[in-house]
């Protein structure tokens, strides 16, 4: 072995894509002041959901006639919601260009079985023919397909003037792209990501069409408590005060109000963009200097600014057989992991073998660079010993 291992480890390697890395400064003093052991119905703990529902309004920026709710069970749980309460009222688009869009389809078919259903689904990396979408319909899509890192430009393919309502999984998107609230009726995503808190808990926002959906439709199915944000033509109002649906975990509630006063402290939402468009420039520029590695989406127009995903394409590794090559990937993985240099960078498993690395903003730039420098020497120690007969 001619190389030796780089002189520096990232300060925090922690690199998942969810949950992902805490932000910088965190510690466990940061939950000293949780209400546990009280009931979240109590007067001091509900005024503490209810601030971290004023505190996303304000960092990401929501309009105030928008309601905010806290969900249970991530964005997966949101995003239910939604479907459940509110479609069949019209026909429905869905679009899928990732695991979690394809979910989705699964449910609006086969679990809802809604007849007048149309699915889009794009090739892995790919985006549909986002032109063809019907608005008469209400259309289903996810902001950020996390599996690949493939985003949606931007809203402009959506019209103001749309019949249908929009239903975006923006769980990977929020915080780090501009989302286009005047675009979007209905938006999920979860504590555990751009935010780093801890997981199990989501967030719905609704525009003034959408509560009007639930106000004027009940849907021809039972609908679990779960997912129950109206009855008999009447919005719970309560839930986007801070009651929530079920019991929440005040750890996490104080976990999830401490990372958005963080945010706030470096320019919300303009601080977190930014944060993570310098963290996906440092990487992008090591992948432009280095042959062996390059991004799964090549567009950065249609790139992710979050989990990023990489693939192998020196010719030897790319060439091999699918579970080979997964196998040399899989102990670069566990190399790194072992060294404390990265921790859980593999890709979705349902993606092609390869890299996903967080880049949000509560990931520091120079841990990313110094990350690169791991990737480097372990690919080439891989190797080696890959040229080594056994």
């Known amino acids: 072995m001619t190389m030796t291992p780089p002189g520096i480890r990232p300060a925090k390697p922690y690199f998942s894509s969810g949950p992902c890395s805490k932000h910088p400064g965190w510690s466990l003093q940061s939950l000293k002041n949780a209400y546990v052991g009280r009931s979240h119905r109590a007067k001091a703990p509900r005024a503490r959901l209810k601030l971290l529902i004023d505190l996303s309004r304000e960092v990401l920026q929501i309009p105030a006639d928008y309601r905010i709710g806290i969900m249970p069970g991530s964005d997966t749980g949101a995003v239910e919601a939604a479907l459940w309460s509110m479609l069949g009222a019209r026909g429905v688009d869905v679009l899928a260009w990732d695991s979690f869009g394809e979910i989705w389809v699964t449910d609006i078919l086969k679990e809802l079985k809604?007849?007048?259903?149309?699915?889009?689904?794009?090739?892995?990396?790919?985006l549909p023919d986002?032109?063809?979408?019907?608005?008469?319909?209400d259309v289903v899509f996810t902001w950020n397909g996390t599996t690949a890192g493939l985003v949606v430009p931007d809203a402009d393919w959506i019209p103001a003037d749309r019949a249908g309502l929009t239903i975006c999984d923006a769980t990977s998107a929020a915080f780090a792209h501009r989302l286009d609230w005047a675009k979007l009726d209905v938006v999920t995503f979860s504590w555990q990501k751009m935010l780093g808190s801890e997981a199990a808990h989501g967030m719905i926002v609704l525009s003034p069409r959408a509560v009007e959906r639930l106000e004027t439709y009940?849907?021809?199915?039972?609908?679990?408590?779960?997912?129950?944000?109206?009855?008999?033509?009447?919005?719970?109002?309560s839930i986007f005060e801070g009651e929530t649906i079920n019991t929440v975990s005040m750890l996490c509630v104080e976990d999830c109000v401490d990372a958005l006063r963080w945010a706030k402290s470096i320019g919300g939402l303009d601080g977190m963009?930014?944060?993570?468009e310098a963290n996906c420039a440092a990487l992008a520029a090591w992948v432009e200097r280095t042959p062996w590695i390059d991004f799964v989406i090549k567009d950065p127009k249609v790139r992710a600014?979050?989990?990023?995903?990489?693939?192998?394409?020196?010719?030897?590794?790319?060439?091999?057989?699918?579970?080979?090559?997964?196998?040399?990937?899989?102990?670069?993985?566990?190399?790194?992991?072992?060294?404390?240099a990265?921790?859980?960078?593999?890709?979705?498993?349902?993606?092609?073998?390869?890299?996903?690395?967080?880049?949000?903003?509560?990931?520091?730039v120079a841990d990313l660079e110094a990350l690169t420098q791991w990737l480097d020497y372990a690919f080439a120690r891989a190797k080696e010993e890959l040229a080594v007969p056994a």
């Not at 009940?218 to 009855?231: A, V």
């Not at 579970?323 to 040399?328: C, D, I, L, P, T």
């Open 130 to 137: 986002l032109s063809q979408v019907n608005f008469d319909h």
């Open 305 to 340: 600014k979050a989990g990023m995903c990489l693939k192998i394409v020196d010719p030897e590794i790319a060439g091999m057989p699918v579970s080979e090559r997964a196998a040399f990937i899989r102990g670069i993985i566990d190399y790194l992991d072992e060294e404390g």
């Open 114 to 126: 809604i007849w007048d259903a149309r699915t889009m689904v794009a090739e892995y990396g790919s």
């Open 273 to 276: 963009i930014g944060r993570a």
């Open 218 to 237: 009940s849907p021809p199915w039972p609908i679990p408590k779960l997912f129950r944000m109206s009855r008999g033509g009447e919005l719970f109002e």
């Open 342 to 364: 990265a921790y859980d960078i593999g890709s979705y498993r349902d993606a092609p073998p390869g890299f996903r690395i967080w880049c949000g903003s509560t990931v520091d």
